[in-house]
């Protein structure tokens, strides 16, 4: 694995529209994050591609790829943050050379984990999942959002925990922000695993967001075996999801989908994002999904955890090793990157 490094200070983060760019209404959103992030000593270089948005997607997919293949190799940019996620990061892949990509890192999550994924599975460069720009545009940011920077900052070989938030939002509110803060925090949080008897599980980070990265599987863009193969030494992954807005059948579905594909036959668990999606069909539920996977595959399954569209969440980087710990109040992921 090859690992970028992001420094405290003096930093310029590039910032581009790889999937969804923004209309005219969020435009101010945009300038605000900007003054945060330079509030803490960090410039900016904002693309074309972010003003724009027609057909869900912010411009063509070549010229989307183009921005962001000039910001990955622009010596002055030392990290690259979309705005948010969308529904067309999947059209990029083809027009990127992934070979001519240096180490740098790319953080986003929702659509932007399509080009996470493949970036990971294809050259051995880690990527991070974790807060896109307009979730950094509030004044104060809570410790569990907070901690991109330390993840992002840790040398290689070096390690960095995370822990669980305290409480989190259950849905989203632009209208009003509380003061200084950015999301509405309104229930206890809880990691959980679906046997009592496991509470800890260790293997080397991949996923997203469930409903976009399955779109990988059968691509060159989601050879998840050669991966392990020739990145991780065979050592095995732990996997994680969030889903977005998928019921309980399709999420069902895109997990068969991926256990037939072989995608988990040498991993240490699972682990999925709290959600709001997953509504039952019939009598069919997400509990019950989580608990379809568990017996196909054998794997322990840790859930409600901090990743994803209920914020806040952790920064998880794809390709570093892994320990989640679940111990109450006191749960955390400890990740090194070696």
């Not at 969020?26 to 992030?37: D, T």
């Not at 992934?98 to 932007?112: A, I, N």
Request: glycine share 8%; net charge negative; proline share 5%.
């Amino acid at each position: 694995m090859r690992y970028p490094f992001f420094g405290w200070t003096g930093q310029t983060i590039g910032i581009t529209a790889l999937s969804s760019g923004l209309p005219d209404s969020l435009h101010p959103l945009l300038e605000e994050s900007k003054l945060r992030l330079e509030d803490r000593q960090m410039e900016t270089m904002i693309g074309d591609t972010v003003w724009t948005q027609k057909k869900a997607q912010s411009t063509t997919a070549s010229v989307r790829a183009s921005e962001l293949m000039q910001m990955f190799q622009n010596p002055d940019i030392d990290a690259i943050l979309p705005p948010f996620g969308g529904e067309r990061a999947l059209d990029v892949l083809p027009h990127l050379d992934f070979y001519e990509l240096p180490v740098k890192w790319l953080l986003g999550y929702s659509d932007t984990s399509t080009v996470l994924f493949a970036i990971t599975v294809k050259t051995g460069i880690a990527t991070a999942h974790g807060p896109n720009v307009l979730e950094l545009r509030s004044e104060e940011w809570d410790e569990t959002t907070a901690a991109w920077r330390r993840v992002l900052a840790t040398p290689r070989d070096g390690s960095v925990t995370q822990w669980m938030s305290t409480r989190f939002q259950t849905a989203w509110n632009h209208d009003v922000r509380p003061e200084r803060f950015m999301f509405h925090f309104d229930q206890p949080t809880e990691w959980k695993t679906l046997n009592p008897s496991i509470t800890q599980v260790t293997g080397r980070l991949l996923g997203g967001c469930l409903e976009t990265v399955r779109h990988l599987i059968g691509t060159p863009y989601g050879d998840v075996r050669a991966f392990q193969e020739q990145q991780l030494g065979g050592e095995p992954i732990l996997w994680y999801f969030e889903a977005c807005e998928a019921s309980a059948t399709d999420l069902h579905r895109s997990l068969m989908q991926m256990h037939l594909a072989g995608w988990f036959d040498n991993a240490t668990g699972i682990l999925f994002g709290r959600t709001s999606a997953g509504q039952a069909i019939e009598d069919y539920a997400l509990l019950d999904v989580y608990q379809m996977i568990a017996t196909e595959t054998g794997l322990p399954i840790f859930y409600d955890l901090d990743i994803g569209h209920q914020p806040p969440q952790l920064t998880l980087v794809n390709g570093a090793t892994a320990t989640v710990t679940l111990q109450g109040k006191d749960s955390r992921l400890d990740m090194t990157f070696n």
